[in-house]
């Protein structure tokens, strides 16, 4: 019995523990449930009385996006190539104005508002949502935002901004290239399964054309949010808390700003365009088309007269004729047919063709630009005098597949990964492409059109300028235009040996050697006379009709177009250039002097020395260079790293 009673003993105290211990938990529960309404209810009571209290009155707290700031653009030497500016600027919400015409007269005796605008205002506010914001004034004083924002709290639904719009401080020299910013349409917005929220917010920019629109995303950024008080009027009265959001990725370009300036001014006057290539690693370092235009005014807002002046312009400023312009490539094409038949073994470097003037084919005669013909020529000799009539036998003998691999493995019928607007393809023609486009079969004359880059061939600058870039390398580079995100390298891309002969790319550098320096080149006038930046090149002129007279004779749009590649030095290449001037009539007279000029300084780092030039030109080049209007490279700093 004893033994019982002391296990009963134990029994209960045992559950007297466990029910002690229960309780301690559950009191411990309701202190934590109690302790916790109570510091919500003084947090509740403390610190957010102010934001109930508005509530009580009628007042509301809304969220606002706050924009990021774009993405900087930079050339290759940190030198700013697009950036932003301070921007003050006046919104209106429909929902949170009481009589939008009211309010939008008073804002009227603020700032200056004609009365189309205000009548295109109306118009917007009435189709927009009634919760989207709409600009009604930007780029104001800050006198006429300080008399807005005085006035703030008497305009319901009126807001005065600050924000950035974007700047281009090197206007005409990056526009085709750098593109431009604009405010976002409704088409932009249709082409958008999921938009941005930010896109919604007045006046916001996007980027229209080349790496601005092209590189859109890394630029935009992420929004920010405030929170901000609005009254029962609809009047916001202060600021509650804010968000920053993240500013756009800075970029950073290939481009060299002095040589892009140098390039864009020695085109001058001329419908033309030039690429200037990295032969090493595929740098773009400059890519200009000419004319060009101011994008400022893009961002601003173009006049209709302004821009109905590009638009009837002859010499098409808005076109970007190095990635989108598409011409038959002419005599510089002649190295590709040549590498074609040298790879193919249907013609040795040292054996001959003859050239009497002109070849017939199916009773048709192909003519030699040099009538009386240029005898006998060998394979480099054949580039050095460009001799038609080489290539027109050559060419039946390899095939125009051949000739086509060729132009591609040289980067022509490529369309090369750049973020540009509208990089085009260009062509190099097959039989089966032929039969595809028109269901015709290929003939015998189209593979001689083809063999001296005329007929169905087609090439932009920046093609020529890679092509020229291979043959002088050896390898299979391609172009490249971003260098670093935020600062962080974009690894360049290998580039293996081309599939192509020792011989046959020592022929094709051969031949461009002599067309320069050789006593019989067709760019003889162009040589460069200092001995370590001996260039070699290959002119072209390129037909736009099918009758052949005098250049001189008819008017300028049906002229023929010039164009020359080349690449420099010759023993250890380190630039490549292509260049076109439209209707410049030949290669030689028209696109030679210039390339030549942009090769040397890209050689030179800046002006080209005259000591560069053979002696009896010398005077006549200094007297060109001190006519062109070129930035002073003391002002071109590089600027500090911020992002606003």
């Given at each position: 019995?004893?033994?019982?009673?002391?296990?009963?003993?134990?029994?209960?105290?045992?559950?007297?523990?466990?029910?002690?211990?229960?309780?301690?938990?559950?009191?411990?529960?309701?202190?934590?449930?109690?302790?916790?309404?109570?510091?919500?209810?003084?947090?509740?009571?403390?610190?957010?009385?102010?934001?109930?209290?508005?509530?009580?009155?009628?007042?509301?707290?809304?969220?606002?996006?706050?924009?990021?700031?774009?993405?900087?653009?930079?050339?290759?030497?940190?030198?700013?190539?697009?950036?932003?500016?301070?921007?003050?600027?006046?919104?209106?919400?429909?929902?949170?104005?009481?009589?939008?015409?009211?309010?939008?007269?008073?804002?009227?005796?603020?700032?200056?508002?004609?009365?189309?605008?205000?009548?295109?205002?109306?118009?917007?506010?009435?189709?927009?949502?009634?919760?989207?914001?709409?600009?009604?004034?930007?780029?104001?004083?800050?006198?006429?935002?300080?008399?807005?924002?005085?006035?703030?709290?008497?305009?319901?639904?009126?807001?005065?901004?600050?924000?950035?719009?974007?700047?281009?401080?090197?206007?005409?020299?990056?526009?085709?290239?750098?593109?431009?910013?604009?405010?976002?349409?409704?088409?932009?917005?249709?082409?958008?399964?999921?938009?941005?929220?930010?896109?919604?917010?007045?006046?916001?920019?996007?980027?229209?054309?080349?790496?601005?629109?092209?590189?859109?995303?890394?630029?935009?950024?992420?929004?920010?949010?405030?929170?901000?008080?609005?009254?029962?009027?609809?009047?916001?009265?202060?600021?509650?808390?804010?968000?920053?959001?993240?500013?756009?990725?800075?970029?950073?370009?290939?481009?060299?700003?002095?040589?892009?300036n140098f390039a864009l001014a020695r085109l001058g006057e001329e419908s033309a365009a030039a690429v200037?290539?990295?032969?090493?690693?595929?740098?773009?370092?400059?890519?200009?088309?000419?004319?060009?235009?101011?994008?400022?005014?893009?961002?601003?807002?173009?006049?209709?007269?302004?821009?109905?002046?590009?638009?009837?312009?002859?010499?098409?400023?808005?076109?970007?004729?190095?990635?989108?312009?598409?011409?038959?490539?002419?005599?510089?094409?002649?190295?590709?047919?040549?590498?074609?038949?040298?790879?193919?073994?249907?013609?040795?470097?040292?054996?001959?063709?003859?050239?009497?003037?002109?070849?017939?084919?199916?009773?048709?005669?192909?003519?030699?630009?040099?009538?009386?013909?240029?005898?006998?020529?060998?394979?480099?000799?054949?580039?050095?005098?460009?001799?038609?009539?080489?290539?027109?036998?050559?060419?039946?003998?390899?095939?125009?597949?051949?000739?086509?691999?060729?132009?591609?493995?040289?980067?022509?019928?490529?369309?090369?990964?750049?973020?540009?607007?509208?990089?085009?393809?260009?062509?190099?023609?097959?039989?089966?492409?032929?039969?595809?486009?028109?269901?015709?079969?290929?003939?015998?004359?189209?593979?001689?059109?083809?063999?001296?880059?005329?007929?169905?061939?087609?090439?932009?600058?920046?093609?020529?300028?890679?092509?020229?870039?291979?043959?002088?390398?050896?390898?299979?580079?391609?172009?490249?235009?971003?260098?670093?995100?935020?600062?962080?390298?974009v690894p360049v891309e290998d580039a293996p040996e081309l599939d192509v002969k020792d011989t046959s790319?020592?022929?094709?550098?051969?031949?461009?050697?002599?067309?320069?320096?050789?006593?019989?080149?067709?760019?003889?006038?162009?040589?460069?006379?200092?001995?370590?930046?001996?260039?070699?090149?290959?002119?072209?002129?390129?037909?736009?009709?099918?009758?052949?007279?005098?250049?001189?004779?008819?008017?300028?749009?049906?002229?023929?177009?010039?164009?020359?590649?080349?690449?420099?030095?010759?023993?250890?290449?380190?630039?490549?250039?292509?260049?076109?001037?439209?209707?410049?009539?030949?290669?030689?007279?028209?696109?030679?002097?210039?390339?030549?000029?942009?090769?040397?300084?890209?050689?030179?780092?800046?002006?080209?020395?005259?000591?560069?030039?053979?002696?009896?030109?010398?005077?006549?080049?200094?007297?060109?260079?001190?006519?062109?209007?070129?930035?002073?490279?003391?002002?071109?700093?590089?600027?500090?790293?911020?992002?606003?």
């Amino acid at each position: 019995m004893k033994g019982l009673r002391r296990r009963n003993t134990a029994a209960t105290q045992a559950s007297r523990t466990t029910i002690t211990r229960r309780g301690l938990m559950l009191g411990a529960a309701q202190a934590a449930i109690v302790a916790t309404l109570g510091l919500r209810m003084r947090h509740m009571q403390l610190d957010q009385a102010d934001e109930y209290r508005m509530l009580a009155e009628g007042n509301s707290v809304k969220i606002r996006l706050i924009p990021p700031a774009r993405g900087l653009i930079y050339d290759r030497n940190g030198v700013l190539l697009a950036g932003n500016e301070q921007n003050y600027r006046v919104t209106m919400t429909r929902e949170d104005a009481d009589d939008v015409e009211q309010e939008l007269a008073d804002l009227r005796r603020l700032i200056p508002i004609t009365d189309d605008e205000a009548e295109e205002l109306l118009d917007e506010l009435k189709r927009r949502p009634p919760n989207a914001p709409i600009t009604l004034a930007d780029r104001l004083s800050w006198e006429e935002f300080s008399r807005v924002a005085v006035n703030a709290p008497a305009l319901a639904g009126v807001t005065p901004e600050v924000g950035l719009s974007r700047f281009y401080p090197h206007g005409p020299d990056f526009a085709h290239v750098i593109g431009y910013v604009g405010p976002v349409s409704d088409y932009d917005l249709s082409k958008l399964e999921n938009p941005d929220p930010l896109l919604r917010i007045p006046r916001f920019q996007l980027g229209k054309s080349g790496v601005e629109a092209k590189l859109e995303d890394d630029l935009r950024g992420k929004a920010g949010q405030r929170r901000v008080e609005v009254n029962s009027a609809g009047r916001e009265m202060r600021e509650l808390g804010r968000r920053e959001g993240d500013p756009g990725t800075a970029l950073q370009l290939t481009l060299d700003t002095r040589l892009q300036n140098f390039a864009l001014a020695r085109l001058g006057e001329e419908s033309a365009a030039a690429v200037v290539m990295d032969v090493t690693n595929g740098d773009v370092l400059a890519i200009s088309s000419a004319p060009s235009f101011d994008p400022n005014l893009f961002v601003r807002g173009i006049s209709s007269a302004d821009y109905k002046a590009l638009m009837e312009d002859d010499h098409r400023p808005l076109a970007d004729k190095t990635v989108q312009g598409l011409y038959p490539p002419g005599s510089t094409f002649k190295m590709v047919t040549l590498m074609a038949a040298l790879e193919a073994g249907v013609i040795g470097p040292e054996e001959t063709v003859r050239c009497p003037g002109y070849v017939e084919y199916g009773g048709r005669r192909f003519n030699c630009w040099k009538r009386a013909g240029h005898g006998r020529v060998n394979a480099w000799q054949s580039l050095e005098q460009s001799c038609d009539v080489y290539f027109y036998e050559v060419s039946q003998k390899v095939g125009i597949e051949a000739i086509s691999a060729m132009a591609r493995k040289l980067g022509i019928g490529v369309r090369h990964d750049l973020p540009m607007s509208a990089v085009a393809e260009g062509n190099a023609p097959t039989k089966e492409w032929k039969a595809a486009r028109y269901g015709k079969d290929w003939l015998v004359g189209d593979t001689i059109n083809a063999s001296i880059g005329q007929g169905y061939v087609l090439a932009s600058p920046l093609q020529l300028a890679v092509m020229a870039s291979r043959i002088a390398s050896g390898r299979a580079v391609k172009p490249r235009l971003l260098r670093a995100r935020d600062g962080i390298e974009v690894p360049v891309e290998d580039a293996p040996e081309l599939d192509v002969k020792d011989t046959s790319l020592a022929m094709a550098r051969k031949g461009m050697w002599a067309v320069v320096n050789g006593s019989h080149g067709t760019a003889g006038r162009s040589k460069i006379a200092a001995a370590e930046w001996t260039m070699a090149g290959k002119t072209g002129t390129s037909q736009v009709r099918s009758t052949v007279v005098n250049n001189n004779s008819v008017p300028w749009e049906q002229r023929d177009h010039a164009l020359f590649v080349c690449f420099a030095p010759v023993d250890n290449p380190k630039y490549a250039v292509s260049l076109i001037v439209e209707h410049g009539g030949g290669g030689s007279t028209a696109a030679a002097p210039i390339a030549r000029d942009i090769m040397l300084f890209a050689l030179a780092g800046g002006l080209p020395p005259l000591a560069a030039y053979p002696s009896s030109q010398r005077e006549q080049a200094r007297r060109r260079l001190d006519d062109l209007d070129l930035i002073d490279p003391e002002t071109i700093a590089p600027p500090t790293r911020s992002r606003a």
